[in-house]
């Protein structure tokens, strides 16, 4: 578990959606202010694995690129749906902070809270940061 007030890590999930790059702008803010890696999660969803996508796909080398050469940064790219991925890899680098964005693009249910942010608020072991859309 995290020490409050503490960050030495934060996860951050990024698709290529516009609310991932809000949430990575966030993570972002959030390590400069506290020193912190910044440790960006893929999930590899099963089209991208079928297709033998590139370990680290153009759109994605691209959003890396925009990040401040002094914010300590790394990649993990974990095969299987998002919110697993990011579970994941939160625990594994053992995190302090997840932040993730909000889509909201499922069913109506998940109209104010995204399946994938839904899913990692309620399970993961630590702070988790929604970043709303838009």
């Known amino acids: 578990m995290a020490n409050a007030g503490v960050l030495r890590r934060v996860v951050v999930g990024v698709d290529g959606s516009p609310g991932s790059c809000d949430a990575l702008d966030w993570a972002v ?3 400069g202010r ?3 890696e910044v440790v ?3 999930g590899r969803g099963l089209l991208e694995e079928a ?3 590139p370990d680290v796909p153009g759109w994605l080398a691209a959003v890396l690129a925009a990040v401040p050469a002094e914010v300590p940064l790394s ?3 974990i ?3 998002p919110a697993d991925a990011l579970l994941r890899g939160a625990s594994a680098c053992e995190a302090d902070l ?4 909000r889509r909201g693009a499922g069913s109506p249910f998940e109209v104010t809270l995204g399946s994938t942010s839904r899913e990692v608020s309620s ?7 929604v970043v709303p859309g838009g």
């Open 75 to 77: 990649l993990r790219i």
């Open 98 to 101: 997840i932040v993730v964005g």
């Open 34 to 36: 506290f020193d912190a």
């Open 51 to 53: 297709h033998h996508a």
């Open 29 to 31: 803010g959030l390590a």
């Open 40 to 42: 960006v999660v893929h």
């Open 123 to 129: 399970q993961a072991a630590v702070p988790v940061l």
């Open 79 to 81: 095969d299987g749906p």
